[in-house]
């Protein structure tokens, strides 16, 4: 349904917009939903045109969270706003509030590297206390695979199944050199990028 003035669309018309042309891009599909959901819930009837950096200033400052995740909603603001703008929703000659609102600091997180004795420890308790993630564990410390390939949080992802693995027995006839060995693991050509 076209919206009745595309001079001053709504931030729910544009959400939706939005959240319909760039649907299906794994890496960001699930952020856009989150963030700007919340933005179209809050927001919704609000005309982008009547936005200024105070009202984005208060609006960020109101959410319960890190400086992270208050910057994540600003940039989903910016990518809004910027949508808009190339849809001819808000004026050219118009700076976006963005750009005088303050875009919340947050530090880059930092990532920890277990020592070896300590990812072993954490595979034993795992095994140990017989838990559902000791294959997890397992294969995202010893793989390389990231946690979205394997945590059914994320099985709407493409992420890993049983059946992706190959296992020594599943081959037979290659080469000895070319078989699996008790170090490596090996999955199928569809499920390797």
């Known amino acids: ?3 009745e003035n595309l001079k001053s669309v709504t931030a729910a018309f544009a959400v939706d917009d939005f959240l319909t042309k760039f649907k299906g891009r794994q890496k960001t599909d699930k952020a856009n939903k989150v963030y700007l959901g919340r933005i179209k819930r809050e927001w919704g009837d609000v005309t982008l045109s009547d936005v200024d950096h105070v009202y984005i200033n208060k609006w ?7 400086e992270r995740t208050k910057r994540n909603y600003f940039d989903g603001i910016s990518l809004l706003f910027r949508h808009a703008r190339e849809n001819g929703w808000f004026p050219l000659e ?11 600091e947050a530090e880059n997180p930092q990532i920890e590297i277990f020592t070896p004795e300590e990812a072993l420890a954490l595979v034993q308790a795992a095994k140990d ?22 945590a059914p949080e994320f099985s709407d992802k ?10 020594t027995d599943q081959f037979p006839e290659a080469e000895e050199e070319d078989r699996p060995t008790e170090d490596q693991i090996h999955v199928t050509p569809e499920a390797a990028k």
Do not use: D, F, M
């Not at 509030?97 to 875009?103: F, I, L, Q, V």
């Not at 838990?131 to 394997?150: K, Q």
């Not at 493409?158 to 296992?167: D, K, Q, S, V, Y």
């Open 60 to 66: 960020i400052a109101g959410i319960e969270g890190s």
């Open 158 to 167: 493409g992420r890993l199944e049983w059946e992706n693995l190959l296992w």
């Open 129 to 150: 206390l017989k838990s559902a993630a000791y294959p997890v564990i397992a294969l995202v410390g010893w793989s390389g695979c990231r946690t979205e390939e394997v």
């Open 94 to 104: 118009k700076q976006s509030p963005t750009e005088h609102a303050n875009r919340p």
């Open 1 to 3: 349904k076209k919206h």
